[in-house]
């Protein structure tokens, strides 16, 4: 204040002069109040389990057969042991007499709290027919999930399909764009397999003639089906881990949810 009244000279001119100084001193330095910090919401990575903030169910159980003459098996799941079914798992292996070999596998919501994310298989279904020598012909129907490579062959496109299957998730993958489908009844896997042979004497021709379509889980290959289940305003979501073996046999690994 002193140093005020030297420079201004007038008492009452360095007291107001000082008391503006100090306003700006004081509140130029304050900072300003932050809010608090939000948490950020983590995505929901499909397959990465977190015990403190989900329910995990770990079930590996085998449903079906790779191989029988109109075997089917159908496995109600009660996972977190309410007393209400959530899901039921189909599975059915059918050899004819004609030879004609059936494989599938399917999903079906039984609690109509939950959904999954499905999706639309476009698939084209082509034949590769190979001319091995003057006797021997063979033709290979497929389509594209199968797997199969038309190699030194004649290929031709059959037809379009298009089959609703579930989605089917990679560990660390998200689900964002993606949306639940008001479905009950979801394709996991489908083959059909069938051959026939015709011989005539004389000039012998063979026909050798194959089918094999398969869509959906590819064999050995876990993989997640994401759903959500909703009680009221609540929301949770959670994953169930299978995989498949030849379409009809179904092992299931784990079920978690948020809690």
């Known amino acids: 204040m002193i140093f005020f009244r030297k420079i201004f000279g007038c008492p009452k001119l360095a007291w107001l002069v000082f008391l503006i100084f100090t306003f700006f001193i004081y509140y130029g330095c304050k900072k300003e109040p932050q ?120 290929q031709r496109i059959r037809r379009i399909d298009t089959v609703f299957t579930s989605f089917f998730f990679s560990q660390g993958d998200t689900i964002e764009g993606l949306a639940f489908s008001g479905l009950s009844e979801f394709f996991l896997s489908s083959r059909t397999e069938s051959m026939n042979y015709l011989i005539w004497e004389g000039n012998v021709f063979i026909e050798f003639f194959k089918i094999d379509q398969h869509f959906g889980l590819i064999d050995h290959e876990p993989k997640y089906l994401v759903f959500k289940m909703t009680e009221g305003n609540s929301v949770k979501l959670g994953w169930i881990k299978l995989e498949t073996i030849e379409s009809s046999k179904i092992i299931l690994h784990e079920v978690v949810i948020e809690k």
């Open 35 to 154: 809010p608090p910090d939000s948490p950020e919401k983590v995505p929901f990575r499909v397959g990465m389990t977190q015990p403190l903030s989900m329910n995990i169910y770990h079930l590996n159980k085998t449903i079906g057969n790779t191989w029988g003459v109109n075997s089917k098996y159908l496995y109600n799941l009660d996972f977190n042991k309410d007393g209400w079914d959530d899901f039921a798992l189909y599975a059915w292996a059918d050899y004819s007499p004609g030879g004609i070999k059936t494989n599938e596998s399917k999903i079906i919501i039984v609690n109509n709290k939950i959904s999954l994310i499905g999706q639309d298989n476009i698939d084209t279904v082509k034949s590769c027919t190979f001319l091995n020598n003057d006797s021997l012909q063979q033709t290979i129907e497929y389509n594209t999930l199968s797997g199969y490579k038309c190699e030194n062959g004649i």
